[in-house]
């Protein structure tokens, strides 16, 4: 996967698709599947803004069951099978726990004991094909005696009637299932451009004929020709629409969502658990050896670029949060790292994919599309290629890419993949057993690349587990041109919390050899990598 601005420009594309996080990248994914010559456009860095931001939890439609969305329910869970079966290194299953109320509501054990059993008539199909250790189990309910085993005796409260329980996937590493979605693209031709932002259209008897860049990289400005366009630019998405001035003018409210991590311990064991403060839900999900907490949300006036969260958000979300935590109150000090974001929608999302055709506006080769959510990416990016070959009256090719295994997905099971190999990596490469489960979550059977720098085979200071040939994989193979790229998207090494001083500084000084920095700029990049942290 090679960054070549060259050989965009000189290149007709059937699309072009901008934005590139999750909805953006599986949309461009799809088209280059179905024989669209297709060109990916980024303004900054892959999966770096609202699709960096989530609980990592892979929905299967138990929460639309309030709503009688059945619909969405279905959607979803078609999703989250599909995610667990193409990229089943980076995809899991994960318990949730919901403790029940004795008042009469939908959140009473009854409510949800028949809510259970109506999920699981309606998704009677969540582990077709599956197997066994990606298998989703049936949900159900469990007694106030087995809850206050499984999480503590701070559930012993009378307002306390026992738990429901349901199984979701979760992406262990959301930046790199983005990233599967781009690698697999390139296999079918798909040409992908990083740090380019698009300043302007060419316009031709009521069509787009060609889009502006800039590149961020090389400070040179270019147009790339193309039959069709699809803004997938999420919250920019209004900014960019902007560019043209024969469209009206549009508002696309957005809401500001945030997550806190923290590295307490908040509940025993690895299962996700949710607590409601009156009609809200806030959930605490196990990760990577720390806990994320979520949602809050607050509407947003601003350009979504100017995105701060302040130290004022953060103590008010913290209240919220200590009025359904049963455990010791969370403090500031606790939290050490905080992912931001967008969804669209004022105060709630209002659930729907939107697409939005633009030929009524007077452009008949432009579209706009409007997702909500990170489960249904790849479902969204078919639908809108339906629509794309539809209007376009090119080759109608059915969609494949449910059943295309992403990059690192080429395997069979999971867990018989990490036993047949785990002995080649622990004898053969000389690394420990940590490291090797790692490769494999990470990378999947695409673990190799990685291990084709032996000379680099040697963990990242203040790692436990990166390898410094991650780094330079990352910046040869995917794209990475700044240091948090690879700091925050291409490993793990600040995803989490603010790494440290000497992690950063080994980075940038492999980096800056490879890519031509000079000491200014490597301490550049290790001071603009720092003000991303709290």
Known sequence: MKRNPEQVTATHYDLIVIGGGINGIATAYEAATRGLKTCLLEASDFMSQTSSNSLKIIHGGFRYLQQANLKRIRESNRE??????????????????????????????????????????????????????????????????????????????????????????MAINSERLGLAFLHAGTRYGLDALNYCPVTGFQQKNGQISGVQVRDAVSGSSFTISADFVVNAAGAWMGGLLNLLPTLPKRDFPQCRVMNLV?????????????????DRAFFFVPWRGYWMIGTDEAAWQDEPGQLRISEEDIERFLVRINKVYPGQPLRREDICHLHKGFVPGRFKPDGDFKLLDHQKDGIDNFISLQPVKYTTARDIGQKTVDFVLRKTGKPFQPSRTAEMPLEGGELESFAVFCKQNMQEIISGAGLSQQVAQHL??????????????????????????VLVAEIAYAVEEEMAIRLDDVVRRRTDLGSGEKPQPETLASCAALMGKMLGWSTEQQEAEIARCNDFYL
Request: charged content about 20%.
């Open 262 to 278: 923290t590295k307490r311990t908040l509940f025993p064991g690895k299962q996700a658990v949710g607590l409601f403060d009156h």
């Open 440 to 465: 494999f979550i990470n990378y999947g059977s695409s673990y190799q690349k990685v291990l084709h720098y032996p000379e680099l085979l040697r963990l990242v200071p203040g790692s436990e587990e």
């Open 80 to 169: 989250r099978r599909t995610l667990l079966k193409i990229a089943p290194h980076l995809v899991h299953p994960l318990q949730c726990v919901l403790p029940t109320e004795s008042i009469w509501n939908l959140r009473s054990l009854p409510g949800l004991f028949a809510a259970s059993l109506i999920n699981g008539l309606i998704s009677f199909d969540r582990s077709k094909g599956l197997p066994p250790d990606k298998r989703i189990q049936l949900g159900g309910i469990m007694s106030k005696k087995k809850l206050i085993e499984l999480l503590g005796k701070e559930f012993d409260q009378p307002s306390v009637t026992g738990a429901a329980i349901w199984h979701d996937g």
